[in-house]
């Protein structure tokens, strides 16, 4: 079955340098979640989207932002990287429709970003 | 202050022991609770619970979800090596409306499986 897509794997970029990520939900989920995973740590919630307009925002920095396209897919944009920003990246989708079904969350396998 | 708390924070045990993981949440737009196992990457689903009392099990895992007393634990009996890995628990929650969306994870518990 077909799972929730992120690209890059891995990443590593410089000090105040942007980075992009990718995220391809599932097919007809209609929501995305974005998670940072710091070493350690447990996954923190930055920011979600529900039939492309945002819809729940959590710790996401202002040097962040995101997007979801017209496809759901979604992109998660950085920039001036910090070295704090090193982490591990995790996207999940749902399918929500209409009403509140008990949807379940599927996570990708996350991208890791190294900020050196 | 964490709003979804697990207990413990880690445990190590012999293979074939019975564990029991406990998770803890708040009652605020709560919708429902899940549980994820995490080795080298992404968490893996477990278990989604909505209702109170109703055990869902998988293979040696089960876990059920109690509202009154606002937790829910994860039990894996005849452990196995292959079950060490992070365990975390997450609560789902909505506003009202029905349209806004998160999912708060407490900070996992640490099994080590040792043969």
């Known amino acids: 079955a077909a799972g929730v897509i992120q690209s890059p794997r891995h990443l590593i970029k410089e000090k105040r340098e942007t980075a992009t990520l990718k995220c391809y939900p599932i097919?007809?989920?209609?929501?995305v979640y974005w998670y940072q995973q710091g070493p350690g740590q447990d996954p923190q919630f930055l920011i979600s989207?529900?039939?492309?307009?945002?819809?729940d925002k959590g710790s996401i920095p202002d040097r962040f932002s995101a997007q979801q396209f017209s496809d759901y897919h979604s992109e998660l944009n950085m920039s001036s990287l910090e070295l704090g920003d090193s982490a591990l990246y995790f996207c999940?989708?749902?399918?929500?429709?209409?009403?509140?079904?008990?949807?379940?969350?599927?996570f990708g396998e996350g991208s890791w970003l190294t900020v050196v | 202050e964490d709003k979804v708390v697990q207990s413990p924070l880690s445990l190590v045990v012999h293979e074939g022991d019975t564990v029991t993981l406990n998770c803890s949440y708040e009652?605020?737009?709560?919708?429902?609770l899940l549980w994820y196992k995490q080795e080298k990457k992404a968490p893996t689903f477990l278990f989604m619970l909505?209702?109170?009392?109703i055990e869902k099990k998988s293979g040696r895992l089960s876990s059920i979800l109690d509202k009154k007393e606002l937790s829910s634990i994860l039990n894996i009996t005849a452990t196995q090596t292959g079950d060490s890995a992070i365990y975390l628990c997450?609560?789902?929650?909505?506003?009202?409306?029905?349209?806004?969306?998160?999912?708060?994870f407490g900070k996992g518990t640490l099994l080590t499986v040792n043969p």
């Open positions: 009652v605020t737009n709560f919708r429902s």
């Open positions: 097919p007809r989920h209609d929501t």
């Open positions: 997450a609560q789902l929650e909505a506003n009202s409306g029905g349209s806004n969306y998160k999912l708060t």
């Open positions: 909505t209702s109170s009392g």
């Open positions: 999940a989708s749902s399918f929500r429709g209409g009403r509140y079904s008990g949807n379940t969350i599927y």
């Open positions: 989207f529900y039939e492309k307009m945002q819809s």
